[in-house]
Structures are given as C-alpha cells and as structure tokens.
C-alpha cells in the first residue's frame, strides 16, 4: 500500500491547477445510462472512485471510451470520456461493487427510469456514518417505483414507467436530489421538488441532462421542476471545477503561509469557505486565472464554524479546517451537522500535537504553536488530505498511511503541492 511522506515548514508558493469535481463527475456519468446515444464528458478527473465506477458501470453494459490526450494537453487537463449505454444488459448493481463506492447507489434512477427496473445492493455503512438511502428509495416511490427490500438489495420497478409527482424531502439530500431529478427527467409529466439540495454539481448535472434534452427548471434553488420527456439524447459537457479540492488547497495554503493560484477556481462554488479563511486572516483574492491564496507572517485567527448544505460550509470541508485551526492563536469551534460520525481525524491530528476536544458534534480545537510530524492514517478521504495539511506545517516528518483513500478524490496531490514547494513524495508499496 502506497503512503505519503511530508516534510513539514515549506511555505506553498506557485500555481495548483483545480481538476474536474468529482461529486459532479460521478453523477454525470451515472446520468449516460438515460440515453442510447453517446455522452461526452470534458475534465473528467483521473480519480480511483471514477475508474471505480467506469467498472460499474461496465457491469450494466456501458461502454467507455477514453480519448488520448491532443497535442498541448498535459496531466493538467482532465480526460474526456465518451460513455455509450446503447445496450443495457445488466440491471443488478451487486453488493462487492456498491460497497466499494456508495453513489454507485444512484443508478437506481437513471436503470428503473428507461429500463423498468432495477435491483441494486443497498450500500450499507461507511466511514462517516450510518448513511441512510431512505429518501432516495422515497423519491423513486413518489415517482410510482415499486419498491422491495430483499436479501439486502433494493428491488424497484415501473414496467409502465414513472410518473412526476411532487417530492418533499424532509431533508436536503445531494443524492435524494440527483435520483429524483434523474428519474422525473424520463416521467410522464410534471415532477415538483421541495427543499431539494442547491449544491453546485446538482446544478452542473441539471445542466448536462437539459443538453441531453430534458427540462428542468430551478436547479441551484431550493424548488425544482422537471417536465418529464420520452427520451433523451447524447450531448456534451465539461464538469465543472471541483469546489472542496479548490478550498482543499486553499486551506493548505493558508496553513504554510505563502503565495498560491488555485487555477481555474471559481469563488462563487465556495464563497462560505473562503469568507472563514478570510476571518481567519488570510488573503483571497479572485481573478480571472482562478483564485490567489496569500498569508505572509501573519498568524491564524480562530473561527467558529458549523457544517450545512450549500451554500453554508461544506462538511467535506470540515476536516481540513480543523487541521487549519490546529495552529490559529486562540480556540476555535467547528460543529459539524451533516453527517453524525465525520470526525475520524482527530485522534489522528492529536498525534501531531493538535489539541482538540470532542463533545457530540462539536469540537473545540486549542492551537498551538507548533505540531510535530508522525506516522498517521485515516478512513475517509477528507479526513487523510487534513492530515497531509496538518503535516505540511508540523515539524519534521509525517507519514500517510492508507493513501489509497487520498487518491478516490484527489489528482496527483503529491504533485501538486510538490510543484509548489511542498517537500512531499509517494512511496510505493
Ligand atoms: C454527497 O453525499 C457527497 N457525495 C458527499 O461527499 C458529501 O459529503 C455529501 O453529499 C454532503 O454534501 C457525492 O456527491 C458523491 P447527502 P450524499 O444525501 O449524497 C442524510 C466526499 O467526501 N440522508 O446530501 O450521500 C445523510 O445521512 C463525499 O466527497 C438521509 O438521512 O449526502 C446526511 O446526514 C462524502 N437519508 C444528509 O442526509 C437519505 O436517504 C446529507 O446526505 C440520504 C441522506
């Protein structure tokens, strides 16, 4: 197993490009399974959870292709992906697939939507939490799927089809949002959403499907009306830059100090994050390359922060915020209220000489002056990168173990905070 070696106290200085999103890229090619015909998708993340589910995906009988690079494209630019589901042959999802990846869950939509049904292994537990899939089996019921639970597998079918309705979800969901979207785009008729999630990439898969030719209507906004069609049709689309990588790098900026363009960054995708990072004393200037990151001397300024959905602070920001806080002058609190169970980093930046304490979903975190490097590991992927954060600033020498949960969600991270300064390497094996 591959780990990650980091000396810590080089300030980051340079350009880090900004990939593909991936929570816009996985549903977007979920969505190539309501059309026979061809979708094209640009700056598409080199990710293992996208090689994951091009294997799930192959399993329904999807063919991907990937197009070589062009001429003056280097690793910066994303893959393009050209993903054909002219011919579906398996509508099973098994259990060694979807609990590899959960949002491999969500082609329960697009598979009962065109196909009439569809049987996929509920995915159970993970990392961060019990996470339920009840809203996402509520919104497909709504819709007229019939639904079993049986041996552990979501059995759900529409022989005649689904039919709109409206869906009220009693809590925003990102997946309860893209498989209701999803579904009601081939419904007859109108589907109305409530209290739907306004995340960016619901609005970036809106947009792909409405090229596909659906019509949906108020994506980004909390009501979402989708008029069902016959059928969709290939298209193209570029996925939209990845928001909690951007403030990812953000944050590793802020904690070293120094001078950093998140190339191709757009402000507007995480304007909450940025607004704490201000707070905290540091520079964040927008221009029209991306975003520039500065902090010179300065020390960190203690924030007091809570997790919600868009556009409030991102949970999947949550972590490397803490690892930021470690080192500001005074305490700081950080609630988290998205998931029950996302706090896996802390023993772990403990090690470092963090001084953090946890009461329920509230962690008070004390900084300190200086922490120091050790061996470390983590079970999600947020978690491990607040970790490589922590150990950017920490003094001395951090090994990361379990690399492999850094590389579901982050491209060549070595290399690019190496490009900047960073003294960091993958060790193999
Ligand atoms: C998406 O997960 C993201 N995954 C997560 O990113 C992200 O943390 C999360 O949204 C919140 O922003 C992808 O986009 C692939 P939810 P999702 O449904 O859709 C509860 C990462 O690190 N809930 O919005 O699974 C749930 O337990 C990942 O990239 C139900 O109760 O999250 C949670 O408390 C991790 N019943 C809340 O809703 C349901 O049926 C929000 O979860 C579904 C969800």
Redesign the pocket.
């Known amino acids: 197993m591959d780990r990650i070696r980091i000396i810590g106290g080089h300030r980051l200085n340079g350009t880090i490009p900004i990939s593909g999103a991936?929570?816009a890229a996985?549903?977007l090619m979920i969505a190539s399974l309501l059309t026979e015909q061809t979708l094209i998708l640009d700056n598409v993340p080199r990710l293992a959870d996208v090689a994951q589910l091009e294997r799930i995906l192959g399993n329904h009988g999807v063919d991907i292709m990937v197009s070589g690079k062009r001429s003056g494209e280097t690793a910066d630019h994303g893959q393009t992906l050209h993903i054909s589901a002219a011919r579906i042959v398996d509508t099973t999802a098994p259990y060694e697939l979807v609990s590899k990846m959960?949002?491999s869950f969500w082609v329960l939509a697009p598979l009962v939507a065109r196909m009439g049904e569809a049987r996929i292994s509920m995915p159970g537990g993970c990392a961060?939490?019990?996470?339920?899939?009840?809203?996402?089996?509520?919104a497909v019921e709504r819709l007229g799927g019939k639904i079993d639970i049986e041996g552990g597998y979501v059995l759900a079918r529409a022989p005649k089809g689904l039919k709109g309705a409206e869906i009220v979800f009693p809590?925003?969901?990102?997946?309860?949002t893209?498989t209701a979207v999803m579904a009601a785009s081939l419904a007859k008729g109108t589907t109305v959403l409530e209290n739907a999630?306004r995340?960016p990439?619901i609005v970036d898969v809106a947009d792909c499907l409405n090229k596909m030719g659906a019509r949906i209507s108020g994506a980004g906004t909390r009501q979402i009306i989708v008029e069902g069609v016959a059928g969709l049709k290939g298209a193209r689309h570029a996925v939209l830059p990845d928001r909690?990588e951007t403030g990812t790098y953000a944050m590793a900026a802020a904690m070293t100090g120094g001078d950093v363009l998140l190339q191709n960054g757009r402000p507007e995708l995480l304007q909450a994050a940025l607004d704490v990072l201000v707070r905290a004393g540091v520079t964040v200037m927008p221009t029209n390359q991306g975003i520039r990151i500065v902090r010179n001397g300065a020390g960190l300024a203690p924030v007091d922060v809570t997790t919600a959905?868009?556009p409030e602070f991102?949970?999947?920001l949550q972590a490397q915020l803490m690892a930021l806080m470690t080192r500001a002058r005074g305490t700081s609190h950080i609630t988290e209220t998205?998931?029950?169970n996302r706090f896996m980093h802390v023993g772990e930046l403990t090690r470092l000489g963090a001084r953090i304490q946890l009461d329920g979903e509230r962690a008070t975190i004390e900084g300190v002056p200086q922490l120091k490097g050790a061996p470390v590991m983590a079970t999600?992927?947020?978690a491990s990168v607040s970790l490589v954060i922590a150990a950017l600033a920490a003094e001395g020498e951090t090994i990361v173990n379990r690399v492999y949960h850094l590389d579901r969600?982050f491209e060549r991270l070595e290399d690019k905070l190496g490009r900047c300064g960073a003294a960091i390497e993958r060790l193999s094996g």
């Open positions: 991936k929570n996985l549903p959960r949002a961060i939490g019990t996470r339920p899939v009840d809203l996402l089996i509520m809590k925003v969901t990102v997946g309860g893209h999630a995340e990439e909690i959905p868009f991102p949970t999947d998205i998931f029950e999600d992927l947020r969600g």
